[in-house]
């Protein structure tokens, strides 16, 4: 099997599993999020045409919703805090080193496919401003050079 068919066989799972739930275009969104990584643009006809929307209207919420990727995420994604608290204490210029330091802006992913970064309004991480998450761990208290640190053992475990 070709990862095309692959996927849409993974898709096509999805949409049979999900297509008669009420309001079933979110967790269907979501489930193919959760197994591919993002929602493939040759989704869209198939989720569409099996919930009878049309293909705007699934990529309208596709597009509303920032959590929904519509292209393949890098290894690692990292999560950089914007709320205010972590705005308040340093979060803007860490944003700043963040970009410069991987090459890219929020939404991106840097060229060797390595990382991504996205934009994330709070990890409940207040008390420890500013904070990031790259995969699964929470870092706090972020500072340029803890970044580069945590970015560094990321690579190097990669």
Do not use: W
């Amino acid at each position: 099997m070709t990862d095309s068919s692959s996927m849409q066989a993974t898709i096509q799972e999805i949409i049979t599993t999900l297509k008669n739930k009420p309001g079933a275009l979110l967790p269907i969104l979501h489930g193919v999020q959760n197994a591919l990584g993002y929602v493939p643009a040759e989704s869209v006809p198939t989720i569409a045409k099996a919930l009878n929307l049309s293909r705007a209207e699934v990529h309208g919420v596709i597009s509303f919703y920032h959590y929904f990727r519509d292209n393949k995420p890098g290894k690692h994604t990292i999560h950089l805090c914007r709320a205010e608290s972590c705005q308040s204490m340093g979060g803007k210029q860490l944003e700043n080193h963040v970009k410069t330091r991987l090459g890219i802006d929020f939404h991106e992913t840097t060229a060797d496919g390595k990382f991504t970064l996205e934009p994330v309004y709070c990890l409940g991480n207040c008390a420890c401003s500013p904070a990031m998450q790259i995969d699964e761990e929470i870092y706090g208290r972020v500072t340029a050079n803890s970044f580069d640190s945590a970015i560094n053992e990321t690579e190097e475990l990669a």
